[in-house]
């Protein structure tokens, strides 16, 4: 992040991979603003930087420089736009991108490309059934930067990764055209494309899996089975390896229909039921779309309950319609205008709208006078600082990738496996907790705490874990009383380990644990919290608390804590749904409210064996028959 030029870094990208300019640029900018560019005299833009460096096949980091407010109030909406879409929470996804066009999308056309490009995914996930009109939205996209692009062979382009989501979105959409070879021809391609690409895992492994949606669909009308199922399986289960929610519901009904015609009809609809009931849980359409299409194909006989269950609701949105492209930019930009927004001017920006101290934000992260420095661009920090700067200011880091050095790099890896990575061993976690402490000194303080907080989830006991977490938190907040916790302003680490004390606290003093589980909740409604950023946290309390809750055999506030707004927050995170579910039924059949604790069973069970964690749904299910004589299927 901002160690080296990002001029510098396209014309070595370009260079190292044999093009001219005139061939990088193409679709892109134009000659000249590349020129500019790579010579200093022009800055660039995180969305043209990463379509540059994407087309260069260098790895598609973006560099944490805007032109404008604008500029990076449409970078992060589109990031925001993307969240909703991912949870299928399609009308906060479709308020979001009307902000894209009050905005003019900063007159950026790579901007405006994936504007299209997510109006078309929003339209697909809203179940709007036109075709045609879809596929013109999603070419009309793509010619932004590839005008002159044959379907048929393109094998040879170098893509950014909005143009390999488009090419994803035009390929089904031919195949419900009823132009089967040319979605194969493109599939293909991008399976190929993808094998030799230089992209960071996660991203490759979700473009993978949006590959693999529209491939196992081509398979399937083609009556491969045992393959489509293979293909859907797989990549299945590496969505809920990497906690990707996004494409999981798809895959998995998919998975379905690939058992069903290979004669496994059990197993079968087994995956169907998870898919329904884990998509009815958040209120998605998904759900009727899925449960219509066995019923009108005749896949299966629904049994009583899921048949009986009302339909989600189908909400439509209006089609976009492309414009004329040629009054935006492409993204360059006056490296000394006065509106440029670095890492240090955007927290700056952002501190002083919160009407935030220097000190508040600093405590326990740097001096004073360093934040200063990084906010008049006289010091650059490091990741780890920005990362934990930026969640203070109730943003996430997650809708950038910060541009550092290999040993960053390579923590931030590791810690995003120990933090997101699921079912791992013991053993793999203590690998990844050694790695890691081997790349970090003392005076890494956001870093230490990372690795104390990891370390002590391997603890053996209540106690020893409380004290553990008290260590790892003294490392930025050495003083800090839970009473007063409006007066902080927490990264997600922070948070985490308040989370972390609390739960612990359930079976040692039952009082404390509400304290601090309530502390958090009034935290989250009284400072200004962007939705990415208490997506990552605040689901987790939630669960916590209600487990917490549960544990201490308060059945009728656990049951309360379920409210309007937590369940929109709970939504967005659909694993730990699952695990606050699975107390939520329980606490609703101790207070004698069978009906919707049988329904919400049915919930908390199809998303713990949509994870992979059957046997948390196997006693659940135990428990409820036995305890109160509720059957769920």
């Known amino acids: 992040m901002g160690v080296r030029n990002a001029g510098k870094a396209i014309r070595e990208a370009r260079l190292k991979a044999g093009l001219t300019q005139e061939q990088l640029s193409k679709g892109v900018c134009s000659v000249l603003s590349l020129s500019r560019i790579e010579n200093g005299s022009a800055g660039v833009s995180p969305v043209t930087f990463q379509a540059l460096m994407a087309h260069a096949g260098a790895p598609c980091e973006v560099y944490p420089i805007f032109a404008g407010r604008t500029d990076f109030d449409c970078f992060y909406t589109l990031n925001r736009a993307r969240f909703y879409l991912g949870s299928w929470q399609l009308s906060q996804a479709y308020d979001e991108l009307n902000k894209l066009e009050e905005w003019h999308y900063a007159d950026n056309k790579l901007y405006y490309q994936e504007y299209l490009y997510l109006n078309g995914w929003l339209q697909v996930r809203s179940g709007y059934a036109d075709h045609h009109a879809i596929y013109d939205l999603f070419s009309s996209a793509l010619h932004i930067t590839r005008p002159e692009i044959d379907y048929s062979d393109f094998h040879h382009l170098l893509l950014s990764i909005v143009e390999i989501e488009l090419l994803i979105g035009v390929a089904q959409e031919l195949l419900y055209l009823g132009k089967s070879d040319l979605c194969y021809s493109i599939c293909s391609q991008i399976a190929s494309y993808l094998a030799n690409a230089e992209i960071d895992y996660l991203k490759k492994d979700y473009l993978y899996a949006?590959?693999?949606?529209?491939?196992?669909?081509?398979?399937?009308?083609?009556?491969?089975?045992?393959?489509?199922?293979?293909?859907?399986?797989?990549?299945?289960?590496?969505?809920?390896?990497?906690?990707?929610?996004?494409?999981?519901?798809?895959?998995?009904?998919?998975?379905?229909?690939?058992?069903?015609?290979?004669?496994?009809?059990?197993?079968?609809?087994?995956?169907?039921?998870?898919?329904?009931?884990?998509?009815?849980?958040?209120?998605?359409?998904?759900?009727?779309?899925?449960?219509?299409?066995?019923?009108?194909?005749?896949?299966?006989?629904?049994?009583?309950?899921?048949?009986?269950?009302?339909?989600?609701?189908?909400?439509?949105?209006?089609?976009?319609?492309?414009?004329?492209?040629?009054?935006?930019?492409?993204?360059?930009?006056?490296?000394?205008?006065?509106?440029?927004?670095?890492?240090?001017?955007?927290?700056?920006?952002?501190?002083?709208?919160?009407?935030?101290?220097?000190?508040?934000?600093?405590?326990?992260?740097?001096?004073?006078?360093?934040?200063?420095?990084?906010?008049?661009?006289?010091?650059?920090?490091?990741?780890?600082?920005?990362?934990?700067?930026?969640?203070?200011?109730?943003?996430?880091?997650?809708?950038?990738?910060?541009?550092?050095?290999?040993?960053?790099?390579?923590?931030?890896?590791?810690?995003?496996?120990?933090?997101?990575?699921?079912?791992?061993?013991?053993?793999?976690?203590?690998?990844?907790?050694?790695?890691?402490?081997?790349?970090?000194?003392?005076?890494?303080?956001?870093?230490?705490?990372?690795?104390?907080?990891?370390?002590?989830?391997?603890?053996?006991?209540?106690?020893?874990?409380?004290?553990?977490?008290?260590?790892?938190?003294?490392?930025?907040?050495?003083?800090?009383?839970?009473?007063?916790?409006?007066?902080?302003?927490?990264?997600?680490?922070?948070?985490?380990?308040?989370?972390?004390?609390?739960?612990?606290?359930?079976?040692?003093?039952?009082?404390?644990?509400?304290?601090?589980?309530?502390?958090?909740?009034?935290?989250?409604?009284?400072?200004?919290?962007?939705?990415?950023?208490?997506?990552?946290?605040?689901?987790?309390?939630?669960?916590?608390?209600?487990?917490?809750?549960?544990?201490?055999?308060?059945?009728?506030?656990?049951?309360?804590?379920f409210t309007g707004s937590n369940h929109q927050l709970l939504k967005g995170n659909l694993a730990t749904f699952g695990y606050f579910l699975f107390y939520y039924c329980q606490c609703l059949a101790e207070c004698q409210q069978y009906e919707p604790a049988t329904k919400f069973a049915h919930y908390a069970c199809s998303i713990q064996e949509l994870y992979e964690l059957k046997p948390n749904s196997e006693v659940l299910k135990k428990y409820l028959w036995n305890d109160f004589s509720l059957h769920i299927s």
């Open 210 to 561: 949006e590959y693999a949606i529209v491939y196992t669909k081509y398979l399937l009308e083609m009556k491969d089975y045992k393959k489509a199922l293979s293909i859907a399986d797989l990549h299945r289960h590496k969505m809920v390896q990497n906690s990707e929610d996004s494409p999981l519901l798809e895959l998995t009904f998919l998975t379905s229909l690939g058992y069903y015609h290979t004669g496994e009809m059990e197993t079968a609809y087994i995956y169907f039921k998870n898919t329904f009931y884990a998509a009815h849980s958040i209120e998605s359409y998904y759900a009727s779309i899925c449960r219509n299409y066995v019923s009108s194909e005749h896949i299966f006989v629904l049994d009583d309950y899921l048949s009986q269950i009302d339909d989600i609701p189908q909400i439509t949105f209006p089609m976009k319609k492309a414009i004329n492209t040629s009054d935006l930019t492409d993204g360059t930009y006056d490296f000394f205008s006065a509106d440029v927004l670095t890492i240090g001017r955007l927290i700056h920006e952002l501190r002083t709208e919160q009407g935030l101290s220097l000190t508040s934000l600093c405590q326990g992260l740097c001096s004073k006078s360093k934040l200063s420095k990084i906010e008049n661009d006289a010091l650059q920090p490091d990741v780890f600082l920005t990362e934990a700067l930026l969640q203070r200011l109730g943003i996430s880091e997650r809708g950038f990738t910060f541009w550092g050095s290999e040993r960053e790099s390579r923590l931030y890896e590791l810690k995003f496996k120990l933090t997101h990575t699921r079912l791992l061993t013991n053993e793999q976690t203590e690998n990844y907790l050694h790695q890691f402490h081997s790349l970090i000194t003392k005076k890494d303080n956001t870093l230490m705490q990372r690795y104390t907080f990891d370390y002590n989830l391997l603890s053996s006991s209540p106690e020893e874990c409380i004290q553990n977490l008290h260590t790892a938190l003294a490392y930025t907040l050495p003083d800090f009383d839970i009473r007063f916790i409006y007066n902080y302003h927490l990264s997600h680490s922070e948070l985490s380990i308040l989370n972390n004390i609390g739960f612990q606290y359930r079976n040692i003093d039952g009082n404390k644990s509400k304290v601090y589980f309530a502390k958090l909740l009034d935290y989250l409604s009284v400072h200004s919290l962007d939705i990415l950023f208490i997506n990552n946290v605040f689901p987790l309390t939630l669960y916590k608390y209600e487990h917490s809750l549960y544990t201490q055999h308060h059945y009728h506030e656990a049951a309360d804590l």
